[in-house]
C-alpha cells in the first residue's frame, strides 16, 4: 500500500480529476476529496455528471444543476467538516446541453451569428447529440470554471462511458470535427443548391421539404456557415482544455474497486495514462474489506453459543467466515493492483457500514482519503 497521504497529493493543485469505470465510487470519492480540502480552508468546487443525483442527497442539497451551489456551512459543520472556517464547499451538475450553449455565445463573432446558430433546427439536434456523450462538455465546464479564478481547487467527477478514459480524446474529437471535410463543404456551398448533391437527393431533400416543412439542405448550409465561423475559437478552446489536462497544476486520480474485473481495469486504464504523459497523482480503492480478527469455525461459534441461541450463534459464525473470505480475496486484488502501478501511490479505502449518501458518511469517507 501507499505511504504518505492523499492530502499531499491534491494540496498545491488547481484540478483533480477523478476517473475510472462506472459503480467503483468515483462521485463519493470526488465529493469526500472536495468536502474534505474545504474543510482544511479552500474554496472547492465539486463537478458531477451523475444522473442519479447521488451527489446533491450526499451533499444535503435539494438538487444541484449547471449553477454553482455552496453547501451551507453550518452543514459542514454538523458533519464535522468545518477545520477551518475559511473553507468553502461548493456543488454543481453539468447540463451539457447548456454549457454547449454557452460555448457557441462566448464564441461567436457577434450576435447576429450566435443567434443562427443557436437558432438553427440543425444545431438543436446535434447538441443533443454531442450533449450525450457528454465528455467534452466536462472538460470545457472544467475548463471554465478553473480559468474564472473563483476556486481554490476543482474536482470533477470525470462522465460515465464504456471507456474510462473517452474524456482524454474528446477536445481532440472536436478539434477534428472542426476541421473536418463535411465543415468546410457546407461552407464553400453554402446557398449553391441542391444540384451539389445529384438529383436523387435533390429529390429527397424536396420531399423531406414538402412533408415536414423543413429545408433540410438550406438549414445545414446555414448551420456550417454559421458554425464555421466560428471554428478557430473552438479549435483554440479544445487546445487549452487539452493542456490543462496535461499541466502540472493538474492531478489525475484512478478510482476503483476490489473487485478482480475494476482491478484489471485499473490497471490497463493506469498504463495508458503512464503512456498518454498524464498527471497521475495515485490509485484509490474503494470499499475494501478487512478481514475480522477473531477466531473463525467452530471455535466462533461454541464462543457465540454462551450468549447467544445455538442457530443464531452458527450463522453468525458462518457469516463471519464468508466475510474473512471475501476479504482475503479483496487484499489479493489490492496486492495484485499495487505491483502493476508500481511506484504509483495506492490509496485504500474501506468498505463503510452503509451508502454514502449524507454529508456525515462523506466526512468519514474524506477522512479515509485525507489522513495524514
Not at 452543514?75 to 454543481?92: I, K, V
Not at 474510462?164 to 463535411?182: K, M, N, Q, Y
Not at 498524464?278 to 475480522?292: H, S, Y
Request: charged share 25%.
Amino acid at each position: 500500500m501507499s505511504g504518505g497521504s492523499l492530502e499531499t497529493v491534491v494540496r498545491s493543485k488547481d484540478v483533480v480529476v477523478c476517473a475510472g469505470s462506472g459503480g467503483v465510487g468515483k462521485t463519493t470519492t470526488s465529493a469526500a476529496i472536495a468536502a474534505g480540502m474545504a474543510a482544511r480552508g479552500n474554496k472547492v468546487i465539486v463537478l458531477t455528471i451523475d444522473p442519479a443525483r447521488r451527489l446533491a442527497d450526499a451533499l444535503g442539497l435539494p438538487a444541484v444543476g449547471n449553477e454553482e451551489c455552496r453547501v451551507a456551512p453550518e452543514r459542514l459543520e454538523r458533519a464535522g467538516l468545518d477545520g477551518n472556517t475559511s473553507g468553502e464547499l461548493w456543488a454543481m451538475t453539468l447540463d451539457a446541453k447548456r454549457t454547449f450553449d454557452e460555448l457557441v455565445e462566448r464564441n461567436a463573432p457577434d450576435a447576429a451569428t450566435r443567434d443562427a446558430v443557436l437558432g438553427n433546427s440543425i444545431y438543436r439536434q446535434l447538441s443533443n447529440a454531442v450533449a450525450g456523450s457528454q465528455e467534452y462538455m466536462a472538460m470545457e465546464k472544467l475548463y471554465e470554471l478553473h480559468q474564472s479564478g473563483r476556486y481554490d481547487l476543482v474536482v470533477l467527477d470525470t462522465p460515465p462511458s464504456r471507456n474510462a478514459l473517452d474524456f482524454l480524446e474528446a477536445p481532440g474529437r472536436l478539434t477534428r470535427f472542426v476541421d473536418s471535410r463535411s465543415l468546410a463543404f457546407f461552407r464553400a456551398s453554402g446557398g449553391v443548391g441542391l444540384g451539389l448533391f445529384g438529383r436523387g437527393a435533390g429529390a429527397l431533400f424536396a420531399v423531406l421539404k414538402r412533408a415536414t416543412g423543413l429545408d433540410l439542405l438550406h438549414d445545414l448550409a446555414d448551420f456550417f456557415n454559421a458554425f464555421g465561423g466560428m471554428a478557430q475559437g473552438f479549435r483554440d478552446r479544445a487546445q487549452s482544455v487539452e493542456a490543462l489536462l496535461r499541466d502540472q497544476r493538474s492531478v489525475f486520480l484512478l478510482i476503483t474497486a476490489p473487485r478482480a474485473a475494476a482491478i484489471s481495469e485499473a490497471g490497463f486504464f493506469h498504463d495508458r495514462l503512464v503512456e498518454l504523459d498524464i498527471p497521475l497523482g495515485g490509485v484509490v480503492v474503494n470499499r475494501v474489506r478487512r478481514r475480522v480478527n477473531v477466531s473463525t469455525g467452530q471455535a466462533l461459534e461454541d464462543a457465540l453459543s454462551v450468549c447467544l441461541d445455538p442457530q443464531l450463534a452458527r450463522k453468525v459464525s458462518r457469516n463471519t467466515d464468508d466475510h474473512n473470505r471475501l476479504a482475503d480475496r479483496d487484499a489479493e486484488n489490492v496486492e495484485r493492483l499495487v505491483k502493476q502501478v508500481g511506484t504509483t501511490p495506492t490509496f485504500i479505502v474501506p468498505q463503510l457500514s452503509g451508502d454514502v449518501h449524507e454529508l456525515e458518511a462523506l466526512a468519514t469517507m474524506a477522512k479515509c482519503l485525507l489522513r495524514s
